[in-house]
T-cell receptor
Framework: QKEVEQNSGPLSVPEGAIASLNCTYS??????FFWYRQYSGKSPELIMF????GDKEDGRFTAQLNKASQYVSLLIRDSQPSDSATYLC????????FGAGTTVTVRA | GAGVSQSPSNKVTEKGKDVELRCDPI?????LYWYRQSLGQGLEFLIY??????PDKSGLPSDRFSAERTGGSVSTLTIQRTQQEDSAVYLC???WGQGRTDTQYFGPGTRLTVL
């Protein structure tokens, strides 16, 4: 079992819609959870982190964490073509472990 | 301040040659990571340095790969006797190394092509 698993995608959504990205992790002791965005040919950049159960909102992005279910998600509201990228879920245990990423395409 | 820098940005080499990739972390960051990303793939963890502790080398794919970090700052990843399957983008990241909001900041990567 991989430490961090993401829905494989690719995910295609129309402009203005909500994109929903899911991530599950195996280490129940994981403390912190990060979402990174990676544009094609670029390095990953941090979108947001979450470490408490519940929702955390930052602009059009909302991260949701459920430690009992070992599940973290990212919602992108009012999706824009500029949101087209690969989104990486990362989980901290001893070290940061990354999922394989979900590629999102926002159709204009 | 300056971000993580890596050099060279691109490296083309012949099979069997050795290569060295360099990473300059953000000043003051104690943690440094190396990852490899093949085309269309996720991040593959290679090695992790934290302060003066022994590095976590659990991700190195073979004994042809090694890394060092001098003076707790600059790191060099060395690949000996390169193979075509070593072709990938090699990413370095650094962080403060503590706290639950510890965030890794990535460099621009080195694209390695082995002919």
């Amino acid at each position: 079992q991989k430490e961090v698993e993401q829905n494989s995608g690719p995910l295609s959504v129309p402009e203005g819609a909500i994109a929903s990205l899911n991530c599950t992790y195996s280490d129940r002791g994981s403390q912190s959870f990060f979402w990174y965005r990676q544009y094609s040919g670029k390095s990953p950049e941090l979108i947001m982190f979450i470490y408490s159960n519940g929702d955390k909102e930052d602009g059009r992005f909302t991260a949701q964490l459920n430690k009992a279910s070992q599940y973290v998600s990212l919602l992108i509201r009012d999706s824009q073509p500029s949101d087209s990228a690969t989104y990486l879920c990362a989980v901290t245990g001893y070290k940061l472990s990354f999922g394989a990423g979900t590629t999102v395409t926002v159709r204009a | 301040g300056a971000g993580v820098s890596q050099s060279p940005s691109n490296k083309v080499t012949e099979k069997g040659k050795d290569v060295e990739l360099r990473c300059d972390p953000i000043s003051g960051h104690t943690a440094l990571y190396w990852y490899r990303q093949s085309l269309g793939q996720g991040l593959e963890f290679l090695i992790y340095f934290q302060g003066n502790s022994a590095p976590d080398k659990s991700g190195l794919p073979s004994d042809r790969f090694s890394a060092e970090r001098t003076g707790g700052s600059v790191s060099t990843l060395t690949i000996q006797r390169t193979q075509q399957e070593d072709s990938a983008v090699y990413l370095c990241a650094s962080s403060w190394g503590q706290g639950r909001t510890d965030t890794q900041y990535f460099g621009p990567g080195t694209r390695l092509t082995v002919l």
